[in-house]
């Protein structure tokens, strides 16, 4: 279907009204994974007929979009994992992959086996719960006298989970995403090249630890920067990005010119390119060369907050929290699934400002499987918009579809 026929859903919290998680899902579909068969989906969709929702068409979409993008507004995005498949694979993925491995030797799979099986009979139907195995794991390392398998499953997963995020699946997988990447951050890029000085500068805010986003900034040679000073040993430091590249060659007018656009890139949860040294935090232009135990990223388990409240994490929240709350500011989000607590609080305490505004794009089907993303819905005040394709475009929250809907509304006029 052409993108300009997609038609959509846009979702408030009070479009929930009293329903419940447990009324959106079906007794055959299981919570917290995406296994839904058709006939599932059918049903999931009558329900979401039922909340009585108004279809939107692309148009529309643009307009409500192109209503947050104006010169005085603070653009931010948030992209999560699902914008960087099917180059990367989700987490999810990747553990089933771990459970089904071949090649181990006896004893060791007989020890893996049995791990799993404790983690299964404990949490049934989460085979793809990547975030609840490694937290579980975390408890039995902590509490058991022997933790050393499980200590050593734990390590295991995140090294598959980390290379995971360092090498496309296949070239073609990751030339199309990277085109997705750069032919988004063009777009948005048009958007701030007349706005004043005051609300030219775009910040990305991301969960991910690959490096789709800097590839694609660095193809589009756009001025950008992630914390880290430059030179031969590039070091994080908050304070780069308080600093601002200008144009020395308009020297002579009465105002030093910054060059745009001008990106902030925040990784909220570290990079495969980052290292540990010290007390620093170095960044490493080949994440290849990288010892397997200095790269610096939070494991997906719900230890993220603690893990979190250290540096550079605690200066990265700190700089998301202090710019989604700047006055006037917009936050698109696109490919994450609301499972972190530390980022849905700080998201739901900008809410409360009424200048500010969160444009999510999601997948309906989605309410009945995850329920991170439906609580969250249920808590978001009226100035958050939740928007999704309907059931026969459900696939309209995926990256490369929402980029047309970033294109210039002069151009579309001119069309």
Same mark, same amino acid.
């Given at each position: 279907?052409?993108?300009?026929?997609?038609?959509?859903?846009?979702?408030?919290?009070?479009?929930?009204?009293?329903?419940e998680?447990?009324?959106?899902v079906?007794?055959?579909?299981q919570?917290?994974t995406?296994?839904?068969?058709?006939?599932q989906k059918?049903?999931?969709w009558?329900?979401?007929e039922?909340?009585?929702?108004?279809?939107?068409?692309?148009?529309?979409?643009?307009?409500?979009?192109?209503?947050?993008?104006?010169?005085d507004?603070?653009?931010? !995005?948030?992209?999560?994992?699902?914008?960087?498949?099917?180059?990367?694979?989700?987490?999810?993925?990747?553990?089933?992959?771990?459970?089904?491995?071949?090649?181990?030797?006896?004893?060791r799979?007989?020890?893996?086996d049995?791990?799993?099986?404790?983690?299964?009979q404990?949490?049934k139907?989460?085979?793809?719960?990547?975030?609840?195995?490694?937290?579980?794991?975390?408890?039995?390392?902590?509490s058991?006298k022997?933790?050393?398998?499980?200590?050593?499953?734990?390590n295991?997963?995140?090294?598959?989970?980390?290379?995971?995020?360092?090498?496309?699946k296949?070239?073609?997988?990751?030339?199309?995403?990277?085109?997705?990447?750069?032919?988004?951050?063009?777009?948005i890029?048009e958007?701030?090249?007349?706005v004043?000085?005051?609300?030219?500068?775009?910040?990305?805010?991301?969960t991910?630890?690959?490096?789709? !986003?800097?590839?694609?900034l660095?193809a589009?040679?756009?001025?950008?920067t992630?914390?880290f000073?430059?030179g031969?040993?590039?070091?994080?430091?908050?304070?780069e990005?308080?600093?601002?590249?200008v144009?020395?060659?308009?020297?002579?007018?009465?105002?030093?010119?910054?060059?745009?656009?001008?990106?902030?890139?925040?990784?909220?949860?570290?990079?495969?390119?980052?290292?540990?040294?010290?007390?620093?935090?170095i960044?490493?232009?080949?994440?290849?060369?990288?010892?397997?135990?200095?790269?610096?990223?939070?494991?997906?388990?719900?230890?993220?907050y603690?893990?979190?409240?250290g540096?550079?994490?605690s200066?990265?929240?700190r700089?998301?929290?202090n710019?989604?709350?700047?006055?006037n500011?917009v936050?698109f989000?696109?490919?994450?699934?609301?499972p972190?607590?530390?980022?849905?609080?700080?998201?739901?305490q900008?809410?409360?400002?009424?200048?500010?505004?969160?444009?999510?794009? !999601?997948?309906?089907?989605?309410l009945?499987?995850?329920?991170?993303?439906?609580?969250?819905?249920?808590?978001?005040?009226?100035?958050?918009?939740? !928007?999704?394709?309907?059931e026969?475009?459900?696939n309209?929250?995926?990256?490369?579809?929402?980029?047309?809907?970033?294109?210039p509304?002069?151009?579309?006029?001119?069309?």
């Amino acid at each position: 279907m052409n993108q300009e026929n997609y038609k959509y859903y846009i979702i408030k919290a009070n479009d929930l009204g009293n329903i419940e998680f447990t009324d959106l899902v079906e007794k055959e579909s299981q919570p917290e994974t995406d296994k839904i068969e058709k006939s599932q989906k059918k049903a999931i969709w009558k329900k979401v007929e039922k909340l009585g929702l108004q279809e939107s068409t692309a148009d529309d979409i643009k307009k409500k979009i192109f209503s947050f993008l104006d010169e005085d507004v603070n653009i931010n !995005i948030m992209l999560g994992s699902g914008c960087s498949t099917p180059a990367i694979k989700l987490m999810g993925q990747t553990f089933l992959e771990y459970r089904n491995e071949k090649g181990r030797k006896k004893t060791r799979q007989n020890e893996i086996d049995n791990i799993l099986k404790d983690f299964d009979q404990k949490y049934k139907d989460n085979e793809k719960n990547i975030e609840l195995f490694i937290s579980w794991l975390g408890h039995k390392i902590a509490s058991e006298k022997n933790p050393g398998k499980y200590q050593k499953t734990r390590n295991e997963l995140l090294k598959k989970l980390i290379d995971s995020t360092k090498k496309p699946k296949s070239e073609d997988d990751g030339g199309s995403v990277l085109k997705t990447y750069r032919e988004f951050f063009r777009k948005i890029a048009e958007t701030r090249l007349d706005v004043s000085d005051n609300n030219d500068i775009i910040n990305v805010f991301t969960t991910n630890y690959d490096l789709f !986003i800097e590839r694609s900034l660095d193809a589009e040679n756009y001025q950008y920067t992630n914390g880290f000073t430059s030179g031969i040993e590039q070091k994080f430091s908050i304070r780069e990005f308080h600093l601002r590249k200008v144009d020395v060659d308009e020297r002579y007018r009465d105002k030093w010119s910054p060059i745009r656009p001008y990106f902030r890139v925040f990784k909220l949860h570290g990079s495969v390119n980052w290292e540990k040294a010290a007390d620093e935090i170095i960044q490493i232009n080949s994440y290849e060369e990288i010892p397997e135990d200095k790269e610096i990223v939070i494991a997906p388990s719900d230890s993220k907050y603690a893990d979190s409240q250290g540096t550079p994490y605690s200066d990265l929240f700190r700089e998301f929290g202090n710019l989604i709350n700047k006055r006037n500011s917009v936050l698109f989000i696109d490919g994450y699934g609301f499972p972190d607590e530390h980022i849905n609080h700080l998201l739901l305490q900008a809410l409360k400002n009424n200048d500010f505004a969160l444009v999510a794009f !999601i997948n309906f089907e989605e309410l009945s499987t995850n329920k991170n993303l439906f609580n969250f819905i249920k808590k978001a005040s009226s100035n958050a918009y939740f !928007i999704s394709g309907t059931e026969a475009n459900a696939n309209a929250h995926y990256f490369e579809n929402i980029v047309t809907l970033f294109e210039p509304m002069e151009e579309n006029n001119n069309e």
